[in-house]
């Protein structure tokens, strides 16, 4: 906290030697998250995830206020294993091929304020960070059925919301006039969440799903590559 309010204190007086006209910036960005801390227990490497946001500047100042909306599919796998079901008017059981996927989704809905000194051809930036984000497991399961695949629906879902908190650093580096090339770095923190560990689901007798539910803080580092426009 001592070294954002010493940028603070250089950074702004400067402000005033660079006091374009300040523009509003919509971006569209490619995301690698890092997980750190717990979560990265039962997550193997990294995820790759995309991201939208806007930056509007408070009337001519070097502050601005953004909105973020990122998604990321965190986790996913296939399990293959017989389905089994009656059949009333043969009163025989039926067994098919079939294949149960999990996905794991994470989606972050952040707002930020902005540091932004110049608004030049290059521009250096430092963010607060916060707002939600959200941890979604759900399934399907594919039939196979006379040599055709279905889809027999969703088999379960679950769902978790919890507060995020962070900072970020990055710059700007124009291509033209209206178009920049965006490089970020991303430190955010969560509060504590539920969430569905995929290595404990377990089917069983084809029919039914058991599975841990375990209480984890999710930290992680975002790095981002992206394309901004200005208008």
């Known amino acids: 906290m001592k070294r954002l309010i010493t940028f603070l204190l250089f950074f702004l007086p400067l402000c005033s030697i660079s006091q374009v006209s300040r523009r509003t910036y919509s971006n569209v960005s490619l995301q690698y998250i890092q997980p750190t801390d717990s979560i990265k227990n039962f997550l193997e490497g990294g995820f790759w995830g995309i991201n939208a946001g806007t930056q509007i500047p408070v009337f001519n100042s070097p502050i601005e206020i953004g909105f973020d909306y990122a998604w990321c599919n965190f986790d996913s796998e296939d399990r293959d294993f017989v389905l089994s079901y009656y059949q009333s008017f043969t009163g025989q059981y039926i067994y098919n091929n079939a294949t149960i996927r999990f996905r794991n989704s994470n989606n972050r809905a952040l707002c930020n304020i902005r540091i932004k000194p110049f608004d030049g051809p290059i521009q250096p930036y430092i963010d607060l960070v916060g707002g939600f984000e959200s941890y979604r497991v759900s399934s399907d399961i594919i039939t196979m059925e006379g040599g055709y695949s279905a889809t027999t629906g ?78």
């Open 154 to 231: 969703s088999n379960f879902q679950y769902f978790d919301i919890t507060e995020v908190i962070g900072w970020s650093a990055g710059f700007r580096i124009s291509s033209n006039e209206k178009l920049f090339i965006d490089f970020k770095f991303q430190n955010l923190m969560s509060q504590p969440v539920n969430y569905i560990d995929l290595n404990s689901i377990i089917v069983i007798d084809s029919q039914s799903i058991n599975y841990t539910i375990k209480e984890i803080t999710p930290k992680k580092f975002v790095y981002q590559v992206g394309l901004s426009y200005t208008y």
